[in-house]
């Protein structure tokens, strides 16, 4: 039987992503561990791999197409022994869907349910008997939790002005009941709407879709907003589209802002000793060595105090979740890096381990990396803290919007020549503002200011982060 290969969920937060390109054409011979396509996440461009062996029959998804939801077919493989007849009837959404080799971890769809799997119409004795069934019982399986990829199948193709994904049983019942199949997620193998998912809705009442909503979908395949008409003269604009990337930011900036009680402090740092101990240690590698084994920025200098800071206010390493506080046993420092659309935040695990040359060579890497979007998602994912530079940019200072499902972001500006007071008398000092961004579900005022204080300090006298 031929198997359907289908979008594959490349991270934990992936649901959609772009077939950049296919490395395989239509009756090539694969084998499990091949690559045979090059996809784009919101992140980085990954290699698909094949976990099957096998002969390509045909490739549903042409180079270059976006928006593809996570268990989407793009194509379908012949087994040892089949031809192309055997594609012949053969529906991709209905047969023996395979992920790509990053989604084997994740669970298989249910199987073999009367209404999941094959979802066929019940004989006359069957029937009466899930009639039946409480109205509990279904309001329970209605509501079973559906997977970021599941959902990405059922609603964003909808939203798209796609197809539905629906059973033939779940159709005949919705049609029945004058139900708008656009108003429910589905629960079934890659998404599909069952006949659970119809009961359970008819039994909590879900009305019929408002003519205004239904005529969104048409719109947006359009290209056009759903929103009142744009104050713009006609041809006064360009339509640039949102990239995966963007569209991701947008996501999890508004779920920051609507969700994370943000408070803001502020502190100066002067980086007078810090400056001179980074020229020092430089020109020593510059010196001993053909090839320096290291060259120290501002920046590593901060992530090693960031850490060190953590570390001395173990409480502030914490994140927030609905049930229990996580106090974080590392220091894993995500440190922003603007790339060609947007920017990604490669991490430092376990940072407060680390010396500063290490924290140099690593964070250069991650960084050369993420610009050519070559990173891991375990070298983007999670992390305990964030730290936002635009110093280099001129920027005195800002606030930073804090990353769930950290606690905190540290904001840096620029180092700037200031007048000082010092022993009664003024001075001139290079003087680096911080602002702190923090979660008051997680810290408090005086929390915030005691890891700012621990953090000035290692900045003001670096020796004390080298012992």
Known sequence: MPIT??????????????????????GDEVRAGDIIAEIETDKATMEFEAVDEGRIGKLLVGEGEEGIPVNTPIAVMLEEGEDADALSGYTPEEGNAKPGAGEADAPPPSQGSDDTAHDQDPGPEEEPQKKSKSASDKKSAGKTATTNRTKSRSSVKREDGGRIFASPLARRIAAQNDLDLALLDGT???GRIVKRDVEAALESGVAEKPQEAKSAPAEK??????????????????????????KTIARRITQSKQTIPHFYLTIDCALDALLALRRDLNDRAARD???????LSVNDFIVRASALALRRTPDANASWTDSVMLRHKHADIGVAVAIDGGLITPIIRSAETKGLAEISNEMRDLAGRARERKLKPEEYEGGTFSISNLGMYGISEFSAVINP????????????QQPV????AVAVATIMRCTLSCDHRVVDGALGAEFLNVFKGFIEDPVTMLL
Do not use: C
């Not at 934990?12 to 390109?21: H, I, R, V």
């Not at 395949?221 to 963007?246: D, Q, V």
């Not at 060595?289 to 060259?295: F, G, I, L, M, N």
């Not at 007071?421 to 009664?424: E, I, L, N």
């Open 289 to 295: 060595q053909e090839k320096p084994a290291y060259k």
């Open 188 to 190: 079934g193998p890659n």
């Open 421 to 424: 007071v010092k022993d009664g």
């Open 5 to 26: 290969l289908t979008m594959p969920a490349l991270s934990p937060t992936m649901e959609e992503g772009a077939l950049n390109k296919w490395l395989v054409k239509e």
């Open 405 to 416: 499902p950290h606690s905190m972001i540290l904001a840096i500006g620029a180092a700037e």
């Open 221 to 246: 395949a359009e290209g056009k907003a759903a929103a009142a008409p744009l104050p713009f003269a006609e041809g006064s604009y360009e339509e640039i589209k949102h990239t995966p990337m963007r």
